[in-house]
């Protein structure tokens, strides 16, 4: 992926995303699926709101790709065509496909660290 000059002058300013401050943030509702710009949600009430990295433009019309990159910013799974934060990364392991969003911190580093072949 191909980072633009400002998205990449993000990351230097904002190092994690508590690094945003309160009043620039956005926020994604996973109760009821909407970005809002407080907390708690102004739609349901939900009070557990994961901060939205501002590189998210939170749409894919990508239903599958072959391989992820990772936000400069935040470090989660984006979408290499367009960016988006939405999305699933499943890997292959002993046989089964499994999501990852449940392993932990180490095991996710140890699926970024992998090198990927291509076999022609």
């Given at each position: ?67 992820i990159e ?22 292959r392991v ?25 076999v022609a």
């Open positions: 992926m191909n980072w633009t000059p400002e998205q990449l002058s993000l990351k230097k300013k904002y190092p994690t995303l508590e690094d945003i401050p309160v009043e620039e943030r956005r926020y994604k509702c996973h109760t009821c699926h909407h970005v809002v710009d407080e907390n708690p949600c102004p739609c349901c009430g939900e009070t557990e709101l994961e901060i939205m990295c501002p590189l998210d433009h939170c749409h894919c019309s990508h239903n599958i790709t072959e391989t990772y936000c400069p910013l935040c470090g989660k799974p984006i979408c290499p065509e367009c960016g988006s934060h939405d999305v699933s990364q499943v890997s002993t046989g089964y496909l499994a999501d990852v969003s449940g392993w932990n911190q180490g095991k996710q580093q140890e699926l970024k660290d992998r090198s990927r072949y291509t």
